[in-house]
């Protein structure tokens, strides 16, 4: 299997696959402006074309940026892996897209639905009956609360709460430790307690 985006988020990633998926081999990293040789002892490569539409190689993409994300899962032809920290909670009825990463003592509470290419950042809390669209950002020690909608490449800053039933569009900001008791349209930036719309 192959990395795409060899940063501070990649390395996350790597500690993951390596402690939880040990059955996958992370064979090189790749980058468009590669700043390193290596990354955690992985080579990291200049971008290449034909392996980005090689269908037949497994891929995760670890960039952390959700546009970028987003561009780069558009651009790669092959089948994309989850990885799951070993110590995340993941219910058995919950559902989560192919290219998500769950990080350390995440919990994922029961009929979640986290979509593709998400991020479930370190102790991030996603209760029962959330829906997470694609490319969403769950930052560490967020806490969703039951029936919290998420709208595709939204940003939930560390440390944000979000109240039962709220709706947050796509695209969205939440600054870091936000209280979102209200719902939030597509492409707001939303910061304080309570969370107040200020872009």
């Known amino acids: 299997m192959y990395l795409f985006g060899a940063s501070g988020h990649g390395k996350v990633v790597i500690d993951i696959?390596?402690?939880?998926?040990?059955e996958l081999e992370i064979e090189a990293v790749y980058d468009d402006n590669p700043q390193s040789t290596s990354l955690l002892d992985i080579p990291v490569l200049l971008t290449n074309p034909e392996v980005?539409?090689?269908?037949?190689?497994q891929w995760f993409i670890s960039i952390g940026n959700n546009k970028f994300r987003?561009?780069?899962?558009?651009?790669?032809?092959?089948?994309f892996l989850k990885a799951i920290h070993y110590s995340a909670i993941i219910s058995d009825t919950s559902e989560?897209?192919?290219g998500t990463v769950v990080m350390a003592n995440a919990v994922v509470n029961p009929e979640a639905k986290i979509g593709k290419h998400c991020i479930i950042n370190s102790g991030a809390i996603v209760e029962h009956d959330c829906i997470i669209?694609?490319?969403s950002h769950i930052s560490p020690n967020v806490a969703l609360a039951g029936g919290v909608i998420v709208g595709e490449g939204t940003h939930i800053g560390i440390g944000a709460s979000v109240i039962q039933g709220i709706k947050i569009g796509k695209w969205c900001t939440i600054g870091a430790g936000a209280v979102i008791i209200k719902d939030v349209?597509?492409?707001?930036?939303?910061?304080?307690?309570?969370?107040r719309v200020i872009k």
């Not at 696959?17 to 040990?22: D, E, G």
């Not at 980005?52 to 190689?57: E, I, K, S, Y």
């Not at 987003?70 to 089948?79: E, L, M, N, V």
């Not at 349209?185 to 969370?195: H, K, S, Y």
């Open 185 to 195: 349209p597509d492409g707001a930036t939303v910061v304080g307690n309570p969370g």
């Open 70 to 79: 987003k561009q780069t899962a558009q651009k790669i032809k092959g089948s």
């Open 96 to 98: 989560i897209g192919e």
């Open 133 to 135: 669209d694609d490319f």
């Open 52 to 57: 980005l539409n090689n269908q037949g190689c």
């Open 17 to 22: 696959i390596k402690t939880s998926v040990k």
